[in-house]
């Protein structure tokens, strides 16, 4: 008896989707085919679950061999074993990398050291995400973080070129690193309320105004750590912005400018005019001490004690703050002796932006 048989043979490696998230998920073989079951797989194609169950080992050994690749990206480009098209090479990339808020919530600022490691179970336990994936995320923040630690020039675009991620991830891994660096807290109960994206905005802000980058020509741009450490010389100009705090005449002048443009614009007027004094002690003590190391830790701590629980418990709505912030910062402008504008400017520009994006509920 003679079959005739229609035989096609290829050797582009097959990838479902689905089955590399349940996988970069830390799901077992056995929970990614009930999963796959659940949604509906085995009617869509017609399959059993031996079928299924044998597809889905398959896919995951080819995960397992790709992983060492994924370490360093540009591998997977140059290797000849999986025949991977580019697009998707792009989509294994990005999603290997990609993490979740909740977890890398609880990990940022944390020193990315075997300490931090040890707490992934409880984390996981914490966060609902599995403890396979958890490791995942850290052990990339890791790699990502040394991998660049030996690199000179700009922060994102070494993350963008070596790990081949797309802007806004780089974005993030460099809000990362950055947190690492400069150990941040960002555990206090009183900062529970800010997501991770609110700090990665916050580290942009920061990287772009008041590193070692900021400053250097394009001449000077493979200075090293030229992003992750902040501006030592900037930080100890700061002090300088005492004198509008410890100069009454100079606060006197400050308040009444700011209350002259103010008024009649805000129904918070007469709390921003009581408060005012303090809230500008608060900002400018904040600069002040950013020269030591632990009160740079506390950056976002001190602003939340020292003007959004303030403004919070007078009502301020978000759009008192900016009208507020807005004119405390220009009006430092028309003080006959205040001499330090430039350095006032590269200050506030920075604590107007996080504090626009820490205010809310």
């Known amino acids: 008896m003679t079959m005739e048989l229609d035989v096609f043979v290829g050797n582009t490696t097959i990838m479902d ?6 996988w970069l998920d830390g799901y077992t073989v056995f929970d990614a085919v009930k999963v796959r079951i659940d949604g509906g797989v085995m009617e869509e194609c017609e399959a059993s679950a031996d079928v299924l169950l044998s597809d889905t080992m398959d896919q995951y050994r080819t995960f397992q061999m790709c992983e060492r690749l994924l370490h360093s ?3 997977l480009g140059n290797q000849l074993l999986f025949q991977i098209p580019p697009h998707r090479q792009a989509m294994l990339i990005e999603r290997y990398y990609t993490f979740d808020d909740a977890f890398v919530r609880e990990v940022l600022g944390k020193k990315l050291s075997k300490g931090t490691k040890k707490d992934l179970d409880d984390i996981s336990a914490k ?9 995942r995320q850290f052990d990339n923040f890791k790699r990502v973080f040394k991998v660049v630690e030996e690199l000179k020039g700009p922060l994102v675009e070494n993350i963008r070129q070596h790990f081949l991620l797309s802007d806004k991830l780089a974005r993030d891994y460099a809000a990362i690193v950055f947190f690492a660096n400069n150990r941040f807290e960002t555990g206090k109960r009183k900062l529970h309320y800010l997501t991770f994206q609110d700090f990665a905005f916050c580290a942009g802000q920061l990287i772009s105004n008041w590193t070692v980058g900021a400053v250097v020509s394009s001449v000077d741009s493979m200075v090293e750590d030229m992003d992750v450490d902040l501006d030592k010389e900037f930080l100890q100009d700061l002090k300088e912005l005492k004198v509008l705090i410890t100069d009454k005449d ?22 921003m005019e009581a408060n005012f004094k303090n809230i500008s002690r608060g900002l400018v003590n904040i600069a002040a001490k950013l020269t030591n190391t632990k009160d740079v830790r506390d950056f976002f701590l001190d602003l939340v004690e020292k003007f959004i629980e303030p403004c919070r418990s007078d009502r301020w709505t978000a759009a008192d703050v900016r009208l507020y912030l807005t004119h405390y910062n220009n009006s430092a402008h028309i003080l006959d002796t205040f001499k330090h504008q430039v350095v006032w400017d590269r200050y506030m520009g920075v604590i107007k932006g996080c504090i626009f994006k820490m205010y809310h509920d």
């Open 250 to 271: 100079l606060l006197d002048q400050h308040k009444s400018l700011v209350c002259t443009a103010l008024r009649g614009k805000t129904k918070a007027f007469t709390e």
């Open 17 to 22: 989707e689905e089955v590399y998230q349940l």
């Open 73 to 75: 990206p540009s591998k």
């Open 127 to 135: 966060t609902s995400v599995t403890l396979k994936s958890c490791r």
